[in-house]
């Protein structure tokens, strides 16, 4: 989406225009007619906060952008509101809009914006023909007294963020291999000015990743393992933020084979690399003065002849034995070679993102995410502020000391699943056996990919996680 500032739009509009205002007090300055006002103030009755006046050769949308309750609850109703409007002016064909802002403090708008561009996401690299249809909508010309140019310029960054990572989850496992994405990487790390690694097949073998490889072995294609490091000069911060996504690229389960249904949509289980990749674009892209680093490990998991099996106990990173009782259960795998290799770093905090239990989804749906701690309560606290603020909501799991006693072994050091219960803290609780640092684990499971349109997220991967990253290491530097 193209973005620019234009000047304040004449008493004589020519051109298809969004207003921004509060009040019907509003509405005189805008050079609209007697007829105009008055049906604009009746719709308004009927308790509409969005209104379309049609001058045939272009559009009126009035936005009445005065919305009650929390500011997290107001920043979100504004941006479904930038969301109907671009349906509409797609409807209407419109490809360039101009939107003028005359109430609404900077917040508000940039919300309005945001939801504008993001519902404006799609996905049609794969439709043909008459299938093909693209929304015609590429250009947003601002007035606006509140947003600076460094204010449109960060909004446009990480919209695009938003859009890699989406493209990336929705892109099939036939083009989206590890080496693709570590590629795709090391390309938003050339563009943004961050220092992008990526480790082969045998670097891993020779680092001893252990989990990495074993999920691998059903593979015909290698794994990779890819670091992407933003430290500016400027950093406000010695020791780094590290975020940890899971690349699972392709999940069939392996061995411990998925149903069907419970299949189709496993391209999707590298969201949490998505994320940190997309996240981390945005950091460097705007130059933000903190010191990040994102690893992620990727491959997919598939049950070849040599695939891992229920059974084997596999040798990780850091020389820990695990059982693995189920080869569905990989996600935790290749995530803890990860989280062994953070230590070298010396973090302040690891946040770790992962699509990694079907229990976080059946416990709260597509609405949030779980998240769970280990001696990180302020900087979980921001978090759940920033996921509030851009409303990637965070619901708090426990992680008592109890729930460890179920993912202990009778042959190795432990076993990579707990049985039936608590499935989502099980897992927490296996990472956290490889950590000692801060640590806040994320499961994306439920909002990372929808089966159908809800609001700006789109069907398919909603790049959930990535405003949430930029929000957090934001707040960083504001503080």
Same mark, same amino acid.
């Given at each position: ?7 304040? /739009?004449? +008493? @004589?509009?020519? %051109?298809? *225009?969004?207003?921004? &205002? !509060? ?6 300055? =805008? ?32 936005a009445y ?11 979100e ?11 509409? /002016?797609? +409807? @209407?064909?419109? %490809?360039? *809009?101009?939107?003028? &802002? !005359? ?6 708008? =940039? ?23 693209e ?33 990336? /989850? ?19 790390g ?22 990495l ?35 699972? /690229? ?22 949490g ?23 992620i ?13 229920p ?9 820990s ?14 995530l ?144």
């Amino acid at each position: 989406m193209n973005i620019q500032r234009v000047e304040p /739009v004449e +008493k @004589s509009i020519v %051109e298809s *225009i969004i207003f921004l &205002v !509060k009040s019907n007090k509003d509405l005189t300055p =805008l050079g609209l007619s007697r007829e105009e006002i008055e049906y604009i103030k009746k719709e308004k009755k009927l308790k509409k906060d969005i209104i379309k006046l049609n001058r045939f050769s272009y559009r009126i949308y009035i936005a009445y952008v005065n919305v009650k309750g929390s500011l997290s609850k107001k920043l979100e109703t504004i941006r479904g509101f930038g969301n109907t409007i671009t349906r509409h /002016v797609n +409807k @209407s064909e419109i %490809e360039k *809009i101009n939107i003028s &802002v !005359k109430a609404g403090d900077k917040n508000e708008t =940039l919300a309005f914006l945001e939801g504008m561009i993001l519902g404006n996401y799609q996905f049609i690299k794969y439709k043909t023909g008459e299938n093909r249809k693209e929304n015609k909508l590429k250009t947003l010309c601002i007035d606006s007294d509140v947003l600076t140019d460094e204010d449109l310029s960060e909004l446009q960054i990480v919209t695009k963020a938003v859009y890699h990572a989406r493209d990336f /989850v929705n892109e099939p496992d036939s083009f989206m291999t590890a080496t693709q994405l570590s590629n795709e990487a090391k390309k938003l790390g050339s563009d943004s000015g961050a220092k992008v690694e990526v480790f082969t097949k045998r670097k891993i073998e020779s680092l001893k990743m252990g989990g990495l490889l074993a999920v691998n072995r059903g593979s015909i294609d290698p794994p990779t393992f890819t670091i992407f490091i933003w430290k500016p000069e400027n950093a406000i911060n010695i020791r780094p933020y590290v975020f940890v996504g899971k690349g699972v /690229v392709y999940d069939t389960g392996g061995l411990s084979l998925k149903p069907t249904g419970s299949m189709d949509t496993m391209k999707s289980d590298m969201a949490g690399a998505a994320s940190v990749i997309g996240g981390l674009y945005a950091i460097s892209k705007s130059n933000l003065p903190v010191y990040v680093i994102g690893l992620i490990p990727a491959t997919d998991n598939r049950p070849d002849g040599n695939a891992y099996t229920p059974g084997d106990v596999v040798t990780m990173y850091d020389g820990s034995t695990v059982e693995v009782l189920n080869t569905d259960a990989e996600g935790r795998m290749i995530l803890a070679d990860a989280l062994s290799y953070a230590k070298q770093y010396d973090p302040e905090l690891v946040i770790d993102i992962a699509t990694l239990t079907g229990a976080a989804s059946r416990a709260i749906g597509p609405q949030a995410m779980v998240g769970m701690k280990v001696n990180s309560d302020s900087d979980f606290k921001k978090l759940c502020e920033s996921g509030d603020r851009v409303h990637e909501r965070i619901v708090e799991f426990p992680m008592w000391e109890e729930y460890g006693e179920m993912i202990k072994s009778e042959i190795a050091d432990i076993k990579n699943i707990g049985g039936v219960d608590a499935g989502a803290i099980t897992a927490a609780k296996f990472l956290e056996h490889f950590i000692d640092y801060p640590y806040i684990h994320l499961d994306i499971a439920g909002p990372s990919f929808l089966s159908k349109v809800a609001g700006y997220r789109p069907f398919g991967g909603t790049g959930v996680g990535v405003r949430l990253f930029y929000d957090f290491i934001k707040s960083k530097v504001s503080n």
